[in-house]
């Protein structure tokens, strides 16, 4: 592969404009760049050319005939004319001939004056009548009908064939097709089947790339035209990718009626997921908390504003002055702003004053940062999304990256099917990128440090390291080659099963590749053993140079819209923003400062062990934003107990979440499309989220009602609005030292941004690491805290699915996301189905030493022998009953991706 | 879920073990010629069949769907052992096109596009069998039969057991 560096540039003249671009551009995009829009209905600059409406038709000077512009390259000293009288009679007659084929039916369709069609035969003065009106078909059944999410109206369908297209060049579902023959053509899925059971994956791709009205919303339906609504940019609120999306609000209705997005928006370039295409319905819920609620001899009643603060600040206060302030723990959230989190932590910090703040990345990446911080000095993706499409080696270990940061993902496949990168997959589940991989490496669950140390083993032996790397840039590389010297592929094939061999070649592939690029996730770091599988993955990236450097890196994704801002911010228990610890005295003294108090100069407690302070009598008050730990939590029945018996529970929430119900207060607060201020996305970005829509009843921004809370009890904080917080944050986290409104306005930037000049850092530890050199750990393998024994033969795994996020609190209210996803289930394998007479769809109950659920099987091959997995997403079948609470000993990360369990058939419960 | 190890094989795909097996690395080149290989084995072209071709050669399915549909040669639906086609182009329509097709929805007693119950006959319609000049036209199989009026159906449909 030739880098952009290889390419020539051409110069050509467009419409009398000069022009200089790169040699594979195509007229029609040259003319884009210099603002000069060809009429097109058949292009997208997402997928490859086309070229069938001919709309795009140009005169190249010197040649005879038209040429169709969004498949003819430049090329130099060209003169391009892109309309003239000829070419518009010809446009307006290709678009009465497409007009014979459309039912024109602009009166009623919601896409007026969205419609590429409609502008175009505006602008041409197109009759729509010239070769007649086309036939009315009709209305047959398609395979949308029973769709809740997708509408296609074959009438309406110009068969320019972008949606088929991108289906199969973007998300690689190949979910749609043309089917049938000339005047009977149509769009359809295999056999016609109904989307919902087709390999869709519910991106909303071929409703956005659709040029007139065949394919839309559903539910936007009748809920506002296109100049009834108005589009606010933001950012997604599902995943770490931090996709930038419109959400298109009717004013007069305050409802969000569709979501699009377009390909210019960094990071997904206009691309999207189902939780953000269709995942919005939670917004202006029924459910939501409009008031204030205070519990009452165990009932809620609803209570004014006044009332509610006036009573968690007495409470608190009664608290503090009685066993002080370390018997308060507060838990911020991922899910909320920069903003919010910056204040949140800065009211346990300063107007509690505790460091009793942690929130729920504990339980997804806390090892990832503390591994990172020790190899490297800096705990985040190391490189940008953007970056992977180019990488030479992309190695995906506990990732299912397709599922839970789809649009990573379609960089990842676009890699590795168009740009020729060598995909590994390291995943004990037979996952959707194993189809584009060059080899898949399914390891047992909790045996990656095995793994990993027997691909160094390879490297080293084979003398495949980057040793000017390993001697300029790091340190302490004899304590880790002795570590891994033992661990030979063979050994480790015993205790992962991967063949030695599969081993071997995954470190050559790995070793000799320019840019190797390492992703992983949550089936890395929810282990008990989370950090050393961190540390083992950086030690690979350092051991071959393949760190500070574009499209290389240690990348791990986060889960969480905002987990990376919610860290950056310290709402952690041992750093204040910037990762700056609270026990530096020297930091401690500026914090004291800007803060104008005084502070606790002790790390405060984690999320689990905050749980377990509350049973032992210690934590005798929680403060909750935004948090579920009643379905989040590892062992949710001591989850559960633990919020009962706490003295006094606060809960911030925007619905009354399983956890909210233990509240004694609960105080309604805003969604994401309510409020201004930043999201920060797994790529360090710093996003801007932008307010869409009014909220409902007495609810308030979450930063607001936390300052009323602290000037009530003594400690006063006050700020105009989300900007002025940032402009704080910027002058006590050097990180952030430049980031404001302003600057973030167009694209966001990347942290580090130290001033007001600062770009902004695109990959980190180029040059030299943030804590000097890189530091090479000595790792070896441990067992699983939990292994499977006679009573609990399986291995239970716990994770996402695409279609719902973290505890479904949003997801499960979406329509379309319930139409694919209604339920949980358990994914087992066909020879162990068989083995306990379990079929397809069967109740089954399975258990662990901690509870037991009663859930749905699926059964098949995407799990191997002897283990089970289940998404966690839904309350009625909570994984997380079954979950182990043993902790990772440095990170204190629960083992959620490990336990032993066993499954048997059950008898349907009827309610369900 | 897409945990499942596909659709029940209903039918026997012995025979297309063998259609896949003779055909070395198969890529989406080798697509016609797959599905004309399996029209021949079975008759028709049966979902579950084109459902594991998927399966195995890592076609998507909604690809194979889509050839099979553009392809008049293919047929989704089991097939009798007669096609009877009427053609309902411009000229037989004028010339009496539509009471032709009455004809012979009544005499076997099914729909365009169906199969008699005893797989004898499968009735089709085109748009033009490119011999207008004897419209109205049906063709049988491989023979056509021109300037025809409803009366001729039944003693024409009788020569085919
Ligand atoms: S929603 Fe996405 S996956 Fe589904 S058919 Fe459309 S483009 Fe394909
Ligand atoms: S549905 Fe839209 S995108 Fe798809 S072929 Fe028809 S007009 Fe084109
Ligand atoms: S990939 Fe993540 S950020 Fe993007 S739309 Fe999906 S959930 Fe939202
Ligand atoms: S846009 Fe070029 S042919 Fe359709
Ligand atoms: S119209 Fe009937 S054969 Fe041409």
New binding site residues.
Partial sequence: MEGDTGMKEVSLEIDGKKVTVQEDTTILEASKGVGIDIPHLCYDPRVPPIGTCRLCLVQIEGQAGLSISCNTPVAEGMRVCTENEEIAAIRKTILELILSQHRVACTSCDQEGACKLQDYAYRYQADEARFGLPERRPTERNYTTKSE??LYDPDKCILCGL?VK??EE??M????TFAGMLDEMRVS?AFGTD?PE??????????A?CPSGA?VDRAAIGKGREKDLIKTRTVCAYCGVGCQLDLNVNPRTNKIVRVTSEPEYIPNRGNLC?KG?FGMDFVGHPDRLTTPLIKRNGKFEQASWEEAIKLIADRLGQIKSKTGPDSIAGLSSAKCTNEDNYVFQKFVRAAVGTNNVDHCARLCHASTVAGLARAFGSGAMTNSIDEIRNAECIFVIGSNTSEAHPVIALHIKEAAARNGAKLIVADPRDIELVRFAKLHLQQQPGTDVALVNAMMSVIINENLLDKDFVKARTENFEAMAEAVKEMTPEKAEKITTVPAEKIREAARIYAKAKTASIIFSMGITQHTTGTDNVLSLANLAMLTGNVGKESAGVNPLRGQNNVQGACDLGALPNVYPGYQSVEDPQIQAKFKKAWKTNLSGKSGLTVVEMIHAIEAGSVKALYMMGENPALSDPNLNRTRKALEKVDFLVSQEVFLSESAQFADVVLPSLCFAEKDGTFTNTERRIQRVRKALSPPGEARDDWQILCDVSTAMGYAMRYENASEIMDEIASVTPIYGGISFDRIEPVGLQWPCLDKDHPGTKYLHKGEFKRGKGKFHAVRFREPAETPDKKFPFILSTGRQLYQFHTGTLTRKSRAIDQKSPTGYVELHHEDAEKYSIGEGDFVEVSTRRGKVITKASVGSRVAKGWLFMPFHFAEGPANMLTNDALDPIAKIPEFKVCAAAIKKAEPDLER | MSNTVGTEACLDTKALDEILGSIPDVGGDDLVPILQQVQKAYGYLPKPILMTVSERTGIAAARIFGVATFYEQFHLEPHGRHTVRCCRGTACHVRGGPGIIEAIKQALGVEPGETTEDMRFTFETVACLGTCFLAPVIMVNNDYFGNLNARKIKSILERYT
């Fill in positions: 999410a997708i949606c991108y289906c973007v998300p579902a190949e979910a749609l899925t989307l087709s390999p869709c994956v519910l991106c909303g791709g071929c409703i790339v394919m189902v295409k």
